[in-house]
């Protein structure tokens, strides 16, 4: 028997000697290594700006103070979600309205947005899921009807396109990024938002590190190096250059890893077609990072095929519980089961398989053959 996690980290001896060089540097915290990724972040996006943070959570949560998302308004988004896409704006004091998805794609569905939009409403946070990009063009056309900021949470999406075949990140938005280990790319820890606003850059800087008038780096720089103005109540959201050192040698490696990722999603399809499964949707238009490959089970149950799985040494998840069925969300804001009947519905038969550069050949073939020995059997 095989033993196969659900996923894993793609760390090379790259990574390993960039990390030992920035602790020989001497300089641990954000600075020079910093100010290099997100150069690189920003020109393999094709944007203006890449402010890189501790977490995608942070880059969510400085994006929305920085559009002054406060209490009393309210922020659209999908249920179909991690916490961290609505616990951020709920942090703001605004209110998170959700919206069911769409059941082919498992993105938002568009066609439920504008019903719930109010004159509280200030923002859309879309959600790229597994790296399929949202219809950005219909997110666009409603925003701009309605005066909507948008943001893009794209934690799975580093590297998927749109259908223009541009990079997720590149239309000028607020996207979010996470380098978490079981994403396309990883830091351990950390996030980045891209823009194009010249104006949010700079508010984004300035919250990510307390409010004051100077970064870390710059103050080293400086003869006057201990005089700082804080501006505004800021955060403490920033990376070190331990994190970008990993990102810059990683994003390296982004398109050669979403490849292999893109293959085995194709080995995965091939073969589990003829089952009574229901497979992810795959649009020719765009270009995803497939950070997540989730079947649907139509005739068995999830829990039991979760649990089979795991007595043959394969790790699998599920990606997600809808957050209107959460306790804090149902305390807080009423939301009650039954109200996003198609994200119920997916969450109940949802499984995502491993899927990551590493799998190997024979590793594929024992996951496929099991899955077709469990629903067989």
Same mark, same amino acid.
């Given at each position: %028997? ?46 203006? /700006? ?7 959570? =942070?880059?969510?949560?400085? =994006? ?9 308004? *309210? ?15 709920? /942090? ?16 938002? #569905?568009?066609?439920?947005? *504008? ?37 893009? #949470? ?24 996470? @380098?978490?280990?079981?994403?396309? %790319? ?12 010249? /104006? ?22 400086? %003869? ?30 982004? #398109? ?24 992810? !949707? ?17 005739? !068995?149950?999830?829990?039991? @095929? ?12 599920? /990606? ?8 804090? !969300? ?48």
């Amino acid at each position: %028997m095989m033993q196969i996690p659900f996923a894993l980290p793609y760390i090379t001896q790259d990574e390993i000697e960039a990390v030992v060089g920035v602790l020989k540097s001497n300089w641990l915290s954000m600075g020079p290594k910093t100010l290099e990724f997100e150069k690189m972040i920003a020109k393999y996006i094709g944007c203006k /700006h890449a402010i890189v943070t501790d977490s995608c959570t =942070s880059a969510l949560f400085l =994006s929305l103070k920085a559009l002054g998302i406060k209490a009393g308004d *309210e922020v659209i988004t999908t249920t179909f979600t991690f916490a961290s896409t609505a616990n951020v704006i709920a /942090h703001c004091n605004a209110k998170p309205v959700f919206v069911d998805i769409d059941e082919l794609t498992y993105n938002i #569905d568009i066609n439920k947005i *504008e019903e719930k939009i109010t004159d509280k409403t200030r923002a859309v946070i879309v959600v790229h899921y597994g790296g399929q990009p949202v219809n950005m063009r219909g997110i666009l056309n409603l925003a701009k009807k309605y005066n909507l900021a948008v943001i893009e #949470d794209a934690a799975h999406a580093m590297g998927s396109e749109y259908e223009n075949r541009k990079k997720v990140g590149s239309l000028g938005n607020l996207t979010c990024f996470s @380098f978490y280990p079981t994403k396309p %790319m990883t830091t351990g820890e950390g996030g980045a938002v891209v823009l194009n606003d010249d /104006h949010l850059s700079e508010r984004l800087r300035l919250l990510r590190l307390h409010g004051i008038s100077r970064d870390a780096w710059r103050r080293y720089l400086d %003869m006057n190096r201990w005089y700082y103005e804080v501006l505004e109540a800021g955060y403490k959201c920033n990376p070190t250059d331990i994190i970008s050192a990993i990102g810059i040698e990683q994003l390296k490696k982004l #398109d050669w890893m979403n490849e292999k990722r893109r293959e085995i999603a194709e080995y995965y399809s091939d073969n589990l077609e003829k089952l009574d499964v229901i497979l992810p !949707y795959v649009s020719d238009k765009v270009k995803s990072s497939y950070h997540l490959y989730p079947i649907r089970l139509t005739n !068995y149950s999830r829990d039991g @095929f979760i649990s089979e799985m795991a007595k043959r040494g394969i790790g699998t998840s599920v /990606h997600f519980i809808p957050l209107h069925l959460m306790p804090y !969300y149902q305390r807080a804001y009423g939301y009650r089961k039954g109200a996003f009947p198609i994200a119920e519905r997916v969450y109940e038969k949802i499984v995502s398989l491993p899927i990551y550069p590493q799998l190997k050949e024979n590793q594929l073939e024992y996951i496929v053959r099991t899955i077709k020995e469990i629903l067989r059997g």
